[in-house]
């Protein structure tokens, strides 16, 4: 199956990097093509920068983004003279990057562009549906490293995301499944509703009542005040200094449900991870990713390689969702 087919019906989708030279370039290169042979009218953006044809960080190759006459883009306008096709501006939206103003256009005719996009969540899902409004059938928006979060303006209304990784993050074949499949789990943590309003950095709820506490040492005092589960809801992350703090507080983590905007904002090593969960502690999110698969690359940016077949298969056993090499022909899913 290919990954088009994989997304459904859903509206829009973000392409969700675990390290640079994962593939997420390449896997939104062969989802235009697909989508476009099928009629469908693309929007695109990106977190970041791509489209270039080295990556500005490592020096490396990179596939051009090929745009094909009615497609929409949102793209800063220091990037509309390499953008070699013909265009149409629609809107300037109050959206600004390092590179200037955001700029939305419809291609007049066919050829690369380089993208790039909102740096904030907060501006990500307006412009995902400005695109919509004028026109975009689908959005697909090309992520950044280290931006997961920005790919939580996505999931509303059906959005799903798609997770790449490769040999880049890891010489280690394990460790890169071991990571991948922790990524993969934190992204797709369970739902939870909101207890309450929110009183502080974290917000402790027990039945009926509700008690703020600006840091860990002062959720740590309230836990132990009280007795029986509870839910403490973050106002941002959760880092792992915090994590360590929360262990070493001195209060019963058990039954303990920790509860986050999405899973991006679990800002967590996999050991700090398991050991908050081996106390008792429960991760839920109050928006849930839709994952709707994870593709891998096989060839590092340092030179390094994983056997193709076999790192699909190790893989596929470790997460629950299907597995593409983008860049083998078919895109076999395992």
Sequence with gaps: MRLSELLGNAPAAALVGMCKNAGKTTALVRLV?????????LGLTSIGRDGEGRDLVTGTDKPPVFMYEGMLAATAEELLPLCDVSREILALPDVR?????????????????????????????????????LGAQRVLIDGALGRRS??????????????CTGASLDPDMEKVVAETAFAARVL??????????????????????AAGAADIPSLCAALRRGGGEAEAMLSGALTDAQALALLRGGAKLEGLRLIAGDGSRYLLRRESFERLEGA???FTVLRPARLAAVTVNPVSA?????????FREAMGAA???PVLDVEAENGTEL
């Design 319 to 321: 997460v629950p969702f």
């Design 33 to 41: 093509r697909d989508f476009v042979r099928r009629g469908t009218v």
């Design 97 to 133: 990057t390092s590179l200037g103003r955001v700029v939305v256009f419809r291609a007049r005719s066919d050829g690369f562009v380089q993208l790039a996009g909102p740096s904030m969540v907060e501006q990500l899902g307006p412009l995902r549906r400005l695109l919509t409004e």
């Design 280 to 282: 008792g502690v429960r």
């Design 150 to 163: 920005l790919s939580a303006g996505v999931y509303e209304d059906g959005g799903v995301c798609v997770l």
């Design 302 to 310: 340092g030179g390094w390689r994983f056997p193709p077949q076999a």
């Design 188 to 209: 797709t943590l369970p739902a939870a509703s909101a207890p309450g309003p929110e009183l502080d950095r974290f917000t402790l709820y027990r039945g009926e009542e």
